[in-house]
T-cell receptor, first 113, second 114 residues
Framework: EPEVTQTPSHQVTQMGQEVILRCVPI?????FYWYRQILGQKVEFLVS????????KSEIFDDQFSVERPDGSNFTLKIRSTKLEDSAMYFC???????????FGQGTRLTVV | ELKVEQNPLFLSMQEGKNYTIYCNYS?????LYWYRQDPGKSLESLFV?????AVKQEGRLMASLDTKARLSTLHITAAVHDLSATYFC??????????????FGTGTLLAVQP
């Protein structure tokens, strides 16, 4: 069964460093999303992406964040200068279109020290 | 701003018992989802509810949607230990059509005791 895959599963970084979280969406999906979940809290929407553009973003998704689809298969989330409060599980998701349910990857646990 | 609330936040139940998790949301939405999350794992889609009165069942879980009351329920019948997980409801954040900008509830941690 097709699935969304994310790498790495766990990343530790120092405050102020840049990190790139990688995702391979399901191959025929056209819409891509990032969500995050701070430990013990609910899942929060960050951004949606379609046709090489951001479709929607939340207030969490400030100038420190960017997304890119550098080639036909990967979808990345970059955090330019990480803060302690960026520590969270980051989930990538993809869907065929916005009316079909999104499938989530297994997540990348980001720890900023 | 759309808010999604779940209760209870934590539910400890015995095997074989029935219980219901409630999900309230504050504004009109096109669709509602239920997800299951095991510790440290991803979100597994359980149900998608698209219309008022929708009811879906899978095994011991049954979900329903009342759009007028802005309420969804996830009913657990004869719980078994394997159902222990955190359950989230999520509502599409756009009332005018699906966007997959999901607003999640706080989650309900379900612990089924033998």
């Amino acid at each position: 069964e097709p699935e969304v895959t994310q790498t790495p599963s766990h990343q530790v970084t120092q405050m102020g460093q840049e990190v790139i979280l990688r995702c391979v969406p399901i191959s025929n999906h056209l819409y891509f999303y990032w969500y995050r979940q701070i430990l013990g809290q609910k899942v929060e929407f960050l951004v949606s992406f379609y046709n090489n553009e951001i479709s929607e973003k939340s207030e969490i998704f400030d100038d420190q964040f960017s997304v890119e689809r550098p080639d036909g298969s990967n979808f990345t989330l970059k955090i330019r200068s990480t803060k302690l409060e960026d520590s969270a599980m980051y989930f990538c998701a993809s869907s065929w279109d916005t009316s079909r349910q999104a499938f989530f990857g297994q997540g990348t646990r980001l720890t900023v020290v | 701003e759309l808010k999604v609330e779940q209760n209870p936040l934590f539910l400890s139940m015995q095997e074989g018992k029935n219980y219901t998790i409630y999900c309230n949301y504050s504004t009109t939405s096109d669709r509602l989802y239920w997800y299951r999350q095991d510790p440290g794992k991803s979100l597994e889609s359980l149900f998608v509810l698209l219309s008022n009165g929708a009811v879906k069942q899978e095994g011991r879980l049954m979900a329903s949607l009342d759009t007028k009351a802005r309420l969804s329920t996830l009913h657990i019948t004869a719980a078994v230990h394997d159902l222990s997980a955190t359950y989230f409801c999520a509502v599409d954040g756009n009332a005018g059509g699906a966007t997959n900008k999901l607003i999640f509830g706080t989650g309900t941690l379900l612990a089924v005791q033998p």
